[in-house]
């Protein structure tokens, strides 16, 4: 890996540049980040101040972005995204009463604060931004949140849905003119981390017309032409001062990924996401172009369904999991961009547990454990796809490393379209990949019995983990609700079915002359922040 | 005569609903549906059989097919099952009119398809002759070698070396075309009239040469008109008919031989919206499409058989 987001304030600064806020609001919003969101890192914002203070932006000009992704589903923010296009207009029209950062931090939005009102988790005071206007020059307002979060609530079948499963719809109250009164069906402790996905957009009380977006975000909505364009203008109204710098956002919609390349070293665009890994040779030898190399806290995960045989023996796991050389892995089939990762999810969460050794490959202890397991040598076949970038090559380079240890690993190859809804859950060794999710949500979607990606993944069936998931959504206390999580993770460190060896990468392309790019966990093209970025 | 003709109208339209149920089949069996692609990987079951329903995907093919088939007939293509999805006043969910969603591709594919035949046309007419007149002459070599070699490399390797040329060795035009601007058409109509450019020009070669060979010709040099006149009078308007066929299948081919330049450059055509579609399994917009295409090609093939007919008149009484 080439650039590490971790262990490097770049991002916190880069966040705070972003947000283009004063010093003061800075430090008093660090402060209010590392008391109500209860995330440890998003404390580091405060560092930010000094750099945020140098800053030589320059304003105007259009930005000119192509994607990829173009089919655009709605142009309602909380529906099920059609592409990039879809998210793209999402993120830059709207906003959350909570968002995530370049490194996957919960931040402060339309809400400064989010507190739980009782111990056990139940009720929440959400606190409203105040200035925040709508882009029609209407304030935001508590009506505008309780709205909403029924909208989203009551959405049947849809990710927003699932994700505020805790909220009770009408257990939403207005407490004074910027506050609103949360109540949950179970305890939740990370109502922070749900409240900040993609799927939670707020809209204004009583729209069910999207066809000219009403958004508080950055941009306004200019024009469209279906399929093929999408024209944002800079909203004067922004409660974010100097921000956005350019007074317009184009989004082209390329399919083709060398026509989007030509299009960028044409100079008819200014930024594209490339979704071909063979383009980045090109893009680094042009000189008129920069490579945007992001680390994401999205990763791939070989899953062993913990029911089946033989991954229903613990030794059988291990063997699989020590059998992967993973620096060799990143380096063959993610072109050597990634970060290593070490069998749990998500590095970039607050309470990532770093203090569980790094797991490498050990050859000799993969074959003693496969003897000890009675199968010295072993056929398995592993149901893949070539659906995502290092998804196949990593498995084939797997497999020639089980070799080495009595391990035949066949692979078989499935359709892309349809491997997610057909394949997984049906076999019992397979390849899922993820993107971020908050800890808390991942362990109720994945390791309890009863989730439905735990259904399709390692049908995990574990009653200690059961209670301790149920224990940490009950606390409050960060310190006390991370110390429960490493609990958690080093249960699926020991003992899980997931073989999880690297993190996805996003690579964009950029002109030489956009600035302000900074690598962004969440998704390609720094998250569509296009607010962040200035044309030198 | 006009019962061939009347034969062929009926052909015509019979193949035309062959198109529709082929396609209909097709894309029935095509794996996953819009609202698997819509909701994507994270799809719960339960969110994918409400989608479904709410777009009407779970009544049955032949309903389905029936419906669209009666709309079709009153050029009605339905809506969208992907894109611009919304809640109607009776809270159904219904997406964007496909016809309003094709309007426009189809009209940038007609100007291109336009622009290539006006180039073609008269490029064809001016290599054709020159090597059919000077058959075996260099010239005539030269032109044979140029134009299939030209032929021989794919489209879209045509395509990406004129991008290369021209638009980034030597920045003169814009590498992918937004627009049915100028500029913007210049590259793309390069690179279908250089494929297409040999096949009319060999079609018309082969005319002039065997009406050079005739006994007409023959009988016009005897009588001591000048090459020029020859040429000019008897050989050209003689060409000009067979060859008027050869033009009406390209019409036919451009149809659906434009999706790969459109994609390479990102012309917002059909061959964009085409591939969209497919890839959101939005089989109103995929059906539409296609029985466009599928009606520029039997139509320009009923203009050829036409023409032919109107050319040799011992097809007339073929039968």
């Not at chain 1, 405060?46 to 655009?72: C, D, E, F, I, Q």
């Not at chain 1, 949950?184 to 799927?199: E, I, M, N, T, V």
């Not at chain 1, 200014?270 to 190399?293: C, Y």
């Not at chain 2, 291109?112 to 005539?140: C, E, I, K, M, N």
């Given at each position: 890996?080439?650039?590490?987001?971790?262990?490097?304030?770049?991002?916190?600064?880069d966040?705070?540049?972003r947000?283009?806020?004063?010093?003061?609001e800075?430090?008093?919003?660090a402060g209010?980040a590392?008391?109500?969101l209860?995330?440890?890192?998003?404390?580091g914002v405060?560092r930010?101040s000094?750099?945020?203070l140098k800053?030589?932006?320059?304003?105007?000009?259009?930005?000119r972005?192509?994607?990829?992704?173009g089919?655009?589903?709605?142009r309602d923010?909380?529906?099920?995204?059609?592409?990039?296009?879809?998210?793209?207009?999402?993120?830059?029209?709207?906003?959350?009463?909570?968002?995530?950062?370049?490194?996957a931090?919960?931040?402060?939005?339309l809400a400064?604060?989010?507190v739980?009102?009782?111990?056990?988790a139940?009720q929440?005071?959400?606190?409203?931004?105040?200035?925040v206007?709508?882009?029609?020059?209407?304030?935001?307002?508590?009506?505008?949140?309780?709205?909403?979060?029924?909208r989203?609530?009551t959405?049947?079948?849809?990710?927003?849905?699932a994700?505020?499963?805790?909220?009770?719809?009408?257990?939403?109250t207005?407490l004074?003119?910027?506050?609103?009164?949360?109540?949950l069906?179970?305890?939740?402790?990370?109502?922070?981390?749900?409240?900040?996905?993609?799927p939670?957009p707020m809209?204004?009380?009583?729209?069910t017309d999207?066809t000219?977006p009403?958004?508080?975000g950055?941009?306004?909505?200019?024009?469209?032409v279906?399929g093929?364009?999408?024209r944002?203008v800079?909203?004067?109204n922004?409660?974010?001062?100097?921000r956005?710098?350019?007074?317009?956002?184009?989004l082209?919609?390329?399919?083709?990924?060398?026509?989007?390349?030509?299009?960028l070293?044409?100079?008819?665009?200014?930024?594209?996401n490339?979704?071909?890994?063979?383009?980045?040779p090109?893009?680094?030898?042009?000189?008129?172009?920069f490579?945007?190399?992001?680390p994401?806290?999205?990763?791939n995960?070989?899953?062993?369904?913990?029911?089946?045989?033989?991954?229903n023996?613990?030794?059988?796991?291990?063997a699989?999991?020590l059998?992967a050389d993973?620096?060799q892995l990143i380096k063959?089939a993610?072109?050597?961009?990634?970060i290593?990762?070490?069998?749990?999810?998500?590095?970039y969460?607050p309470?990532?547990?770093s203090?569980?050794p790094?797991r490498?490959q050990?050859l000799?202890?993969?074959?003693?454990?496969?003897k000890?397991?009675?199968?010295?040598?072993?056929?398995?076949?592993l149901d893949?796809?070539?659906?995502?970038?290092?998804?196949l090559?990593?498995?084939?380079v797997?497999s020639?490393q089980?070799k080495s240890?009595?391990?035949?690993?066949?692979?078989?190859?499935?359709?892309p379209?349809t491997?997610w809804?057909?394949?997984l859950?049906?076999r019992?060794?397979?390849?899922d990949?993820?993107?971020?999710?908050p800890?808390?949500n991942?362990?109720?979607?994945?390791?309890?019995?009863s989730?439905?990606?735990?259904?399709?993944d390692?049908?995990w069936?574990?009653?200690k983990t059961?209670?301790?998931?149920?224990e940490?959504?009950?606390?409050?206390?960060?310190k006390?609700r991370?110390?429960?999580?490493?609990?958690?993770?080093?249960?699926?460190?020991?003992?899980g079915?997931?073989?999880?060896?690297?993190?996805?990468?996003?690579?964009d392309?950029?002109?030489?002359?956009?600035?302000?790019v900074v690598?962004n966990?969440m998704?390609?093209?720094?998250?569509?922040?296009?607010?962040?970025?200035?044309?030198? | 005569?006009?019962?061939?003709?009347?034969?062929?109208?009926v052909?015509?339209?019979l193949t035309?609903w062959?198109?529709?149920?082929?396609?209909?089949?097709?894309?029935?069996v095509?794996?996953g549906d819009?609202?698997?692609?819509?909701l994507?990987?994270?799809?719960?079951?339960?969110?994918v059989?409400?989608?479904?329903?709410?777009?009407?995907?779970d009544?049955p093919?032949y309903?389905?097919?029936v419906?669209?088939l009666?709309g079709v007939?009153?050029?009605?293509f339905?809506n969208?099952?992907?894109?611009?999805?919304?809640?109607?006043?009776t809270?159904?969910?219904?997406?964007t009119p496909?016809?309003s969603l094709?309007?426009?591709?189809?009209?940038?594919?007609a100007?291109?398809?336009?622009?290539t035949?006006?180039?073609l046309?008269?490029?064809?007419f001016l290599l054709?002759?020159?090597?059919?007149?000077?058959?075996?002459?260099?010239?005539?070599?030269?032109m044979?070698?140029?134009t299939?070699?030209?032929t021989?490399?794919?489209?879209?390797?045509?395509?990406?070396?004129l991008?290369?040329?021209?638009?980034?060795a030597w920045?003169v035009?814009?590498?992918?075309s937004?627009?049915a601007?100028?500029a913007?058409l210049?590259?793309?109509?390069a690179t279908?009239?250089g494929?297409?450019?040999?096949?009319t020009?060999r079609?018309i070669?082969?005319?002039?040469?065997?009406?050079l060979n005739?006994?007409?010709?023959r009988?016009?040099r005897?009588?001591?008109?000048?090459?020029?006149?020859v040429i000019?009078?008897h050989v050209?308007?003689n060409?000009?008919a067979?060859?008027?066929?050869?033009?009406?299948?390209?019409?036919?081919?451009l149809?659906?031989g434009l999706?790969?330049?459109e994609a390479?450059?990102?012309y917002?055509?059909?061959?964009?919206?085409?591939?969209?579609?497919?890839?959101?399994?939005d089989l109103?917009?995929?059906q539409?499409?296609t029985l466009?295409?599928?009606?520029?090609?039997?139509?320009?093939?009923?203009v050829?058989?036409?023409?032919?007919?109107?050319?040799?008149?011992?097809?007339?009484?073929?039968?």
């Amino acid at each position: 890996m080439r650039r590490s987001t971790t262990g490097n304030d770049a991002p916190a600064r880069d966040e705070a540049r972003r947000q283009g806020i004063s010093r003061q609001e800075l430090l008093k919003r660090a402060g209010v980040a590392g008391l109500v969101l209860a995330a440890p890192g998003t404390a580091g914002v405060g560092r930010a101040s000094a750099a945020l203070l140098k800053g030589s932006a320059k304003a105007g000009g259009t930005l000119r972005v192509g994607l990829n992704g173009g089919t655009s589903t709605s142009r309602d923010p909380q529906f099920p995204p059609g592409g990039n296009l879809d998210i793209a207009r999402a993120v830059n029209l709207y906003e959350r009463l909570l968002d995530y950062d370049g490194r996957a931090h919960v931040v402060p939005k339309l809400a400064t604060s989010v507190v739980p009102r009782n111990k056990t988790a139940t009720q929440w005071v959400i606190k409203l931004r105040k200035g925040v206007l709508w882009h029609d020059g209407s304030h935001f307002t508590p009506e505008d949140v309780i709205y909403s979060l029924k909208r989203i609530a009551t959405a049947q079948g849809t990710e927003g849905a699932a994700g505020l499963a805790m909220i009770d719809p009408n257990g939403l109250t207005k407490l004074d003119a910027s506050s609103v009164l949360v109540k949950l069906k179970f305890p939740y402790s990370d109502l922070a981390g749900q409240l900040a996905l993609r799927p939670m957009p707020m809209v204004k009380a009583g729209t069910t017309d999207f066809t000219t977006p009403n958004g508080t975000g950055p941009f306004k909505f200019d024009t469209a032409v279906q399929g093929q364009l999408e024209r944002y203008v800079a909203n004067k109204n922004y409660w974010v001062t100097g921000r956005p710098y350019v007074d317009a956002v184009e989004l082209h919609v390329i399919e083709d990924s060398t026509a989007r390349l030509n299009a960028l070293i044409g100079n008819q665009i200014d930024a594209m996401n490339i979704t071909d890994a063979s383009q980045i040779p090109a893009v680094k030898s042009n000189g008129a172009l920069f490579l945007q190399a992001s680390p994401s806290d999205g990763f791939n995960a070989l899953c062993m369904n913990t029911q089946v045989k033989p991954y229903n023996d613990v030794r059988v796991r291990q063997a699989i999991r020590l059998i992967a050389d993973r620096p060799q892995l990143i380096k063959t089939a993610m072109q050597g961009y990634g970060i290593v990762l070490n069998d749990m999810f998500f590095k970039y969460d607050p309470s990532y547990p770093s203090s569980i050794p790094q797991r490498h490959q050990d050859l000799e202890q993969a074959k003693f454990l496969l003897k000890k397991a009675g199968r010295p040598t072993l056929d398995v076949t592993l149901d893949t796809a070539d659906a995502l970038t290092g998804m196949l090559a990593g498995d084939i380079v797997l497999s020639q490393q089980a070799k080495s240890a009595g391990l035949n690993l066949k692979i078989v190859r499935h359709d892309p379209a349809t491997y997610w809804t057909t394949v997984l859950g049906k076999r019992p060794f397979v390849h899922d990949a993820f993107s971020h999710a908050p800890f808390l949500n991942m362990c109720l979607q994945a390791l309890l019995p009863s989730g439905p990606v735990n259904k399709v993944d390692t049908s995990w069936n574990d009653p200690k983990t059961t209670k301790l998931v149920a224990e940490a959504a009950r606390t409050v206390n960060p310190k006390k609700r991370t110390a429960i999580i490493h609990e958690i993770d080093q249960i699926q460190w020991n003992r899980g079915g997931y073989l999880i060896w690297g993190g996805l990468t996003w690579f964009d392309a950029y002109r030489t002359n956009v600035k302000g790019v900074v690598p962004n966990a969440m998704r390609t093209l720094g998250d569509f922040r296009f607010q962040n970025l200035w044309l030198a | 005569v006009p019962r061939t003709i009347a034969w062929r109208l009926v052909g015509g339209v019979l193949t035309l609903w062959v198109v529709s149920l082929l396609v209909f089949a097709a894309t029935e069996v095509l794996p996953g549906d819009p609202a698997q692609v819509i909701l994507g990987k994270d799809a719960t079951p339960q969110g994918v059989a409400t989608l479904r329903r709410e777009l009407g995907l779970d009544r049955p093919a032949y309903t389905r097919y029936v419906d669209w088939l009666s709309g079709v007939v009153r050029l009605d293509f339905g809506n969208s099952v992907s894109v611009g999805l919304h809640a109607d006043a009776t809270g159904q969910l219904t997406g964007t009119p496909v016809r309003s969603l094709i309007a426009a591709p189809l009209r940038n594919s007609a100007i291109l398809g336009g622009v290539t035949l006006l180039f073609l046309v008269p490029l064809s007419f001016l290599l054709g002759t020159a090597a059919g007149v000077w058959q075996g002459s260099r010239l005539d070599t030269a032109m044979q070698v140029s134009t299939l070699s030209l032929t021989a490399i794919p489209q879209f390797v045509l395509a990406f070396i004129l991008v290369l040329l021209f638009a980034i060795a030597w920045p003169v035009l814009p590498a992918v075309s937004f627009h049915a601007s100028p500029a913007a058409l210049v590259l793309p109509v390069a690179t279908l009239v250089g494929v297409s450019v040999a096949y009319t020009s060999r079609m018309i070669r082969a005319g002039v040469v065997q009406i050079l060979n005739s006994d007409y010709v023959r009988v016009a040099r005897l009588k001591g008109l000048p090459e020029r006149a020859v040429i000019q009078r008897h050989v050209i308007p003689n060409a000009i008919a067979p060859s008027l066929q050869a033009f009406a299948l390209m019409v036919g081919w451009l149809a659906g031989g434009l999706v790969i330049v459109e994609a390479v450059f990102a012309y917002p055509g059909i061959g964009q919206g085409m591939v969209a579609a497919v890839s959101t399994r939005d089989l109103p917009v995929v059906q539409a499409y296609t029985l466009v295409i599928a009606a520029v090609y039997v139509v320009a093939n009923l203009v050829a058989d036409l023409l032919a007919l109107a050319a040799n008149p011992r097809l007339r009484t073929a039968q």
